[in-house]
């Protein structure tokens, strides 16, 4: 980059939006180099990189192993749960990436069509989506803590042609058994008979013998072909991922192939300060984006070694479980989420684990996926004595939105900001009518469009949704759906979504898909389900229900069953535990539900009741229920 400085650069990146992104480009192998930046003929909807092409995982893989790197640790795989390190290099890696599209292809797999990966933590997940990539296919990868009927809805709108997926996941209570959920997902679904490709793992009570038909990776690998990296449009998708939105239908995130290359490449040179011979780990999922971009994409893409965590902050065995994998792979950036730190706090909170590791390797700890609270930042820097990067970003945008970009400028920290705003978001704070507030007021935060490469394009085979769901709210803008603030220093304060999206334990979460399940109890007249502050989680589900006349079921039973109702139609992920059943809801005359004005008093900070209220009794009612200490 021509400019070394975060303000600078910023500034450049939205005067001279085309300069700067071809510039960032030519860390990206092309097969045909962009000669323009920005496609916005159909705006609002922009492309980027039109009429380049390319291979993400060539780039990912290949071009390392040609670039005379090939023996370097490409992925390492630390399984707390197995006690089992395994590490691939960069040839093996692309050896086996080919091979697996190789099986892909010969499941009649091309260009275009959509891999469901249904995977736990292991190397094959990552493998999967690279192989898919490698032939221009598209995957949707799919969190194991989601229940069949999710997944045959992401099934249903992707249309695969394959399934990829593997004998199960392992959490710490139990083996989570995925054969016979991808079994009823496919029942469930539309999709008829699929390819179903299965790794096996030791120790699940369903085997691929109970699944005729079904592939067994293994053996598949045996006989394939190594398939070489398709080329395709740098405007072609890359990957669907699904997230919630705030009705119970998830959205499918189009992340293209030429813009995440560029955009992401340019992270991690720029935000995590990470190139070849790094090792990066992020602790996260490969079913979250955060595991999409940085723990499989953006650490290859820069020639860096990536790592592949099966295991939990604590209790996998104990709470110097991280500090054990930063010292024996020695990890130079940790991220994760900020409820993982606040896990090991609890667990540990003089961190008297962390003497038993030399943690010596790691310069930054990165943070994201939820706010990241003051005490536990300062807990985070003062016990590991590394800077704490706070960074706010979301499933559609793919990367971060703001953050401090280490690899650019060390900017100064302010506890509770995820620092500034990154090249590329051209970030304001408007009130409900799109005008701006003064600096320092809260509001909603947007970005004004085209947003920068390696956000999401559209949603899936729904441009009408994409721009309903985000771009008509502010003429010209994207709607983050967070709300927040900026100070005199440029800085963003994020406070919390301004939407029924709630993030419980970082993980993202729509009160109205809870809401559509306890519905559809025959017992429940109507329910509201909030977010509600959780010292742990951040955030957790919480509902509320009105009984239907007549409907005599005992409380502590009705709640079980609203609870196991909610885990077999959404699936533990939800963690929804809490119910509680009321006389009445609060509601607007129109019937609107209150939810806003429950939270706030259910969090114990002030709450306005609004004159619109149909009536203003039920708010009294619900005071000790929500609030139960009294307080009014
Ligand atoms: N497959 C199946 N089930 C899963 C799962 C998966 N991949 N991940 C979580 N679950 C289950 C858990 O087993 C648990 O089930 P239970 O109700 O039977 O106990 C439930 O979903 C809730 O899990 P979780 O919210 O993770 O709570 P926890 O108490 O098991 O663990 C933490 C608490 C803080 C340790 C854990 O949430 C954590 O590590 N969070 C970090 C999340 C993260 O990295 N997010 C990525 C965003 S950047
Ligand atoms: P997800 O799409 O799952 O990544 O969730 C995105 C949402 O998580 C954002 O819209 C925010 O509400 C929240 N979020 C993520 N990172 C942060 C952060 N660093 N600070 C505050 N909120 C965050």
């Known amino acids: 980059m021509a400019n070394t400085n975060y303000r600078d650069t910023y500034a450049r990146s939205l005067e001279q939006r085309e300069d700067f992104w071809l510039e960032a480009s030519t860390a990206v192998t092309w097969t045909k180099p962009p000669v323009a930046a920005l496609d916005d003929s159909a705006a609002p909807l922009y492309r980027w990189f039109p009429k380049a092409t390319l291979n993400t995982a060539y780039n990912a893989l290949d071009r390392h192993v040609e670039a005379g790197r090939g023996d370097q640790t490409a992925l390492i795989f630390d399984s707390a749960m197995l006690g089992i390190k395994r590490s691939y290099t960069y040839s093996e890696l692309t050896g086996l990436v080919a091979r697996f599209a190789g099986v892909l292809r010969s499941q009649g797999v091309g260009k275009g069509d959509r891999v469901v990966i249904y995977m736990p933590m292991i190397p094959e997940a990552a493998i999967a989506m690279l192989a898919t990539a490698r032939l221009g296919a598209v995957h949707s990868v799919v969190f194991g803590g989601f229940a069949p009927k999710e997944l045959a809805a992401r099934i249903d709108d ?317 003429e010209g803008s994207y709607a983050t759906g967070d709300s927040g603030y900026q100070d005199a220093d440029g800085y963003v304060f994020v406070m919390g979504r301004t939407d029924d999206i709630i993030n419980v334990a970082g993980h993202r979460l729509s009160t109205g898909a809870i809401e559509q399940v306890i519905a559809s109890h025959p017992a429940v007249a109507e329910c509201a389900v909030i977010g509600v502050a959780d010292p742990l989680k951040g955030q957790r589900a919480s509902g509320y229900v009105v009984l239907k006349a007549g409907a005599d079921s005992d409380e502590a039973e009705l709640v079980r069953e609203l609870v196991a109702l909610v885990r077999k139609n959404i699936g533990p992920v939800a963690d929804f535990k809490h119910a509680t059943v009321v006389q009445a809801l609060p509601k607007t005359r129109s019937g609107k539900i209150l939810r806003k004005t429950m939270r706030q008093i259910a969090d114990g900070d002030e709450y306005v009741v609004p004159s619109t209220i149909e009536d203003p009794e039920v708010i009294g009612q619900l005071l000790g229920v929500l609030r139960p200490d009294g307080a009014a």
């Open 158 to 474: 992707a249309g695969p042609s394959a399934i990829v997926t593997a004998s199960g996941g392992i959490e710490p209570s139990r083996h989570v058994e995925y054969l016979p959920a991808v079994a009823e997902a496919l029942a469930l679904s539309g999709a008829g008979a699929l390819p179903v490709i299965v790794k096996s793992r030791e120790g699940f009570a369903a085997s691929l013998e109970d699944f005729p038909g079904w592939l067994d990776w293994d053996q598949t690998m045996e006989q394939a072909f190594p398939a070489a990296p398709e080329d395709v449009a740098a405007t072609d998708p890359l990957y669907i991922l699904y997230t919630s939105g705030t009705t119970g239908t998830p959205k499918g995130v189009v992340r293209d192939n030429g813009g995440h290359a560029v955009a992401l490449s340019w992270t991690m040179a720029n935000i995590y300060d990470i190139g070849p011979g790094d090792v990066m780990w992020t602790a996260s999922d490969v079913g979250w984006v955060v595991g999409h971009s940085y723990i499989v994409y953006g650490p290859l893409l820069a020639g860096a070694t990536t790592l592949l965590y099966e295991g939990k902050p604590v209790g996998t065995p104990d709470a110097g479980a991280f500090w054990r994998v930063v010292q024996d792979h020695k990890v130079n950036v940790l991220f994760t989420a900020p409820t993982a730190l606040r896990a090991i706090r609890k667990a540990d909170p003089q961190a008297a684990e962390l003497a038993r590791y030399d943690i010596s390797s790691l310069r930054t700890l990165f943070a994201a996926g939820e706010r990241l609270d003051t005490e536990t930042y300062r807990w985070a820097g003062a016990v590991l004595g590394v800077p704490v990067v706070d960074h706010w970003w979301q499933t559609e945008t793919g990367w971060a939105i703001c953050a401090n970009p280490r690899g650019l400028e060390d900017l100064p920290f302010k506890p509770g900001s995820p620092t500034v705003p990154m090249p590329g978001y051209a970030l304001t704070i408007v009130d409900g009518t799109g005008a701006p507030v003064e600096v320092g007021e809260e509001g909603n935060i947007v970005l004004g469009l085209p947003l920068p490469p390696g956000t999401l394009t559209t949603l899936w085979q729904n441009d009408d949704r994409y721009v309903s769901s985000y771009l008509a709210a502010f």
